[in-house]
């Protein structure tokens, strides 16, 4: 019994492990095909996504700066999941949450920090909203709430696309952009060279917050009850429905920040192609960081830094293309998602073990139970 | 003529523009009657619109190109499903992982044989011919709208009418939709879920393979990274607009297809917003989402309420215990 | 008469659930019987019976059908060797008519179109052959429970099925549904059909069965003729020891009313009634049973006393208070305790440790939460003092739900509800005697310290 509580525990880790381990083997393959060493490849990417030459050309700074959205948008994810809402609407509550940001950040007229804190509330209470929509959907009338994010998502990107096209767009030039946000709304930046800053204090700050919720709070815990088991978490008298709607709210509300710290942390300004693919790329953060903070954001580095990677080191250096980093990720997240192929594996080996070591099978273990 | 592009030409871009989304979303459609959310139609349609133009490049034939995007389609329909079905891998995470691997895979794989480029064209590819059909295109103005296209046009509408017969009709088309309804009634009379589900799978994704190569081959001759823009996911909605249905898919798909049309037309013509048009689907799909729960809520309200009803009469026949 | 079926030494091992179903079971059905198979929930009856009809694997042991060796690996086998299964829970396709569902699988069609026409034909022909006469263009989401039940043995015979398994058929039916399904057994056995009659119920046993056999934690304990055997004699065989009718307890001495349900209805899931204007009340110290057939209204009035369905009618009382619109939360901080009938689905998550299980319906209490966050010292211990008080051996704080076998989850979920209160909602049935025995006990202790007590047992 303990046996296969201890099993649990190392599949844990083991699996995930093995899933990036899968995913590198493969780009390896994919590497070959361009003529160059894997192993240095791999070297490159490690160097340009996690290295750190010097203090003011480090690589790791940058990768920082780009997990930061990621951390928010698998936090997001993570919260949803445990109150037993599959969203997978960051990406409208990423979009809508950066919209808010980019027009806050110039039509408002604040001092320094209390601009850049209002703007970042505006868009949790507007990402939270955008949240708490199908979560309200899904439980007053039952309606599939993979489904409403998904149209939801439709509907907040090209209503993004419409803003900056029209009312926020700064001059009629070629491109479309939102006008840059006001000295005041920006947030501090740590190392000149990356945009790595607070946007990354306030992402880590809220690992540790969604943690704490989840596992310390009680309202975390009437929502970790209501989506492992509904049933059990109203026979103990928990209500179900406000867990939920709550989950879909705080959800919504950590993809909007994520959405405006890109804003006011990064880029200043928006344009059309602000939402690529961010809040699907956090829902598997959740997924690879097995749904749990911590996971999000140890993933999160891990995603941002291989993307880096592919980018300055294969693509600048090797001229390997930069895709390579995206292609390495999606593998990683179908590989970690066959986590049966790897349990199953790995019971086989132990079964044989065992086998081999003379011990009994689990059949005539239980018979001799019941004996 | 101004008043031509706001009418006849209007309507057959709309049809061109639907003619993947239908095709996407009527693969959508058999998987969802086999009981499985499929969200990977976008990364299929990508995939069909690479695939499409790299093989017609290499073998010189149009025809054959889409052939081998269709073909490698169904292969892509294949590996979901067996994801899916062999190792139990969660439906939306497997089809975001696809999506994403093969947006990121097709540029990869382009850059790697075409060198350092963002869309890749060659002077060789010949678009898919267009061609009227005899006797409809010589009526006046029905014969402009759904006449001279290319193939896989005609074949969109074709396939929804198919669809529709081989679901509603067929014997292969009831054991998807039992496998979808009850997995385990059609497992209980010895028919293969497995298999039905495999096929459902597969034909999904030759549909969205089709689509794709109506991108890059049948409607344009270059391709572009993340060149379905969104279209995948287009037709998950009007999938879910359209009830599932054939028929519905067609008539859902050529409204989206239309306010892509309309969109586009807007924004050469005038200086009004185009995305707001674009989002009237997308609204009239929450919409019907939320109707149609009403209606479910409502019909549960009325049998709650005669049941009141009759409880206030004092009409229900209370069984006597211990009969 | 020869044997019809022959199930030799079958065992059948589930590792995710550590539960050894079947252990060295032999069973042989003469042909043209009808043959009881009986035994408490989770003796093992079921998943003898879906090995047999293919949907299960054998870890070991073998199948004969009509003295053949078989292999069956899949329902197309059994099918194909004369073998029908009507499921406890039915296997129809809602949306689907009665036609479709029972022609799935084996439409006559042309090129692979359906002939629908011929179809309802058939299946008209059949049911009146049978006569069990049905409406083929029905949809089977309109149809009440005893049609579709129909529509199931049909769907065997259209397959000329010879042996039918049915799998606690009169679970779910009404008094006259249980008359009418009995003949119709009767009726498919002189037409030489051999029919493996699955139930706990022994009454019906008696009326319907030629022999029967009883299973018992997995394995199978013996094979009696039903016309030598009597009711004690079967009840002794599903228990393995005399049933204890009377308890040696002291006479109650109920003090005044704390409950009362005053004309109570209720609706089900599709919001057809359940419950039709009920009234009781239960006086202090007094232990109230509710008896009936499962699936006649007793889980939905439960889960109305606990909160957990609505009412459409009717009020509830508890300590002079009108409970009928409160949240279960409020009922349980009033002193109410339920033992819901699915002790693991509802009572317990197995996806978290025992802990945060112990806590469910106490969250709220200060000791358990300051300021709205959990004090997870506090829960450690009530853990440790819930294991220790119900000396739960494999058992510890912090140990997760799943890790423990069935049993032992069961005993906790409502060892664990004891430590609760003044008024207790629990599940009984007539399959589960040893059960109640074992429950009672448990009350009769709860009985004793009283009511006024928070904590007792």
Redesign the interface.
Known sequence: ??N??RQ?RVNTFLVPLLAVISGLVVAAV?II??DNSPFAAFEELFKAGFGCSSLNRCAFFTTLERATPLMLTGLSAVVAFRSGM?S?GQEGQFALGALTAAWLGFALDLPPVVHAIVIMLAAMVIGGIYGWIPGV?KVK???NE???T??????A???L??MV??PLRADRGTTAYSPVIDETAKLMIFMPGSKWGMGFVIAVAAVLAVY?YLW????G?EQ??AG??S?????????NDRAAIRGMFISGALAGLAGAIEVIGVHYRINQDFAP?LG??G??VA?LGQVHPFGVFLVAILFAGVGLGAQLGLQINL?I?R?????V???M??FV?????YTDGISGLRERWAHFRGQKT??EL??E??K | MEGDLFTVALLSSGLRLATPIILAALGGAFCARAGVLNLALEGKMLLGAFVAIVATFYLGNTLAGIFVAVLLGGLLGYMFAFFYLKYEVNLIILALAINLLIGELTVYVMRVLFGNVGSWSDPSIQRLPDFEIPLLSSIPIVGDILSGYNFIVYFSWLACIVGYIVLFHSKFGRHIRAVGENKQAAETLGINVRRVQVSAMVIAGMLCALGGAFLSVGHLSLFTRNMSNGLGWVAVTANIFGFQHPLGVLLTGYFFGLAEAFAVRIQNVTDLPPNLIQLLPQFATLAALILVALREKANLALIRRRFRRQLARGEMQTPVAGD | MANAVELRNITKYFPSSNVLANNDVTLSIAEGEVHALVGENGAGKTTLMNIFYGLHQPDSGEILVNGQPVEIHHPDDAIKLGIGMVHQHFKLVPSFTIAENIMLGIEPNQYGMLKKKEEAELVRQLANDFGLPVDPYARIRDLPVGMQQRVEILKALQREAKILILDEPTAVLTPQEVKELLAVVRNLAQRGRTIIFITHKLVEVKDVADRLSVMRGGKMIGTRSVAETSIPDMARMMVGRSVLLELDKKPATPGQVVFKADNITVTDASGLPAVRHISFSVREGEILGIAGVSGNGQTELVEAISGMRPVEGGTFTFVDKDITRRSVGERRKQGMAHIPEDRIKIGLNLETNLDENLVVNRYKLPEFNRLGFMILSAMKRFASFAVKQFSIAAAQPGEMIATLSGGTCRRWCWRVSCLASRSLSLPTSQRAVWMWAALSLCIGRWWMCGTGRRRCC
């Open positions: 019994m303990d296969y509580h649990q994919l095909f361009t599959f997978i959907l009338l039952n309606i993979v489904i409403t998904i149209v939801m998502n439709e509907i990107v090209l209503f696309v419409y096209n029209f704490f310390r709070s009680a309202p815990y970790r009850m492992q088991s049933l059990f978490a109203l026979f103990g008298g928990i209500r693919g699907f790329t829902l598997s997924i001229g293309p895709e390579l980093g995206g292609t990720i999606a593998l997240i179908l998602a066959a986590e049966k192929f689990a059949v239980a018979m139970e019941k």
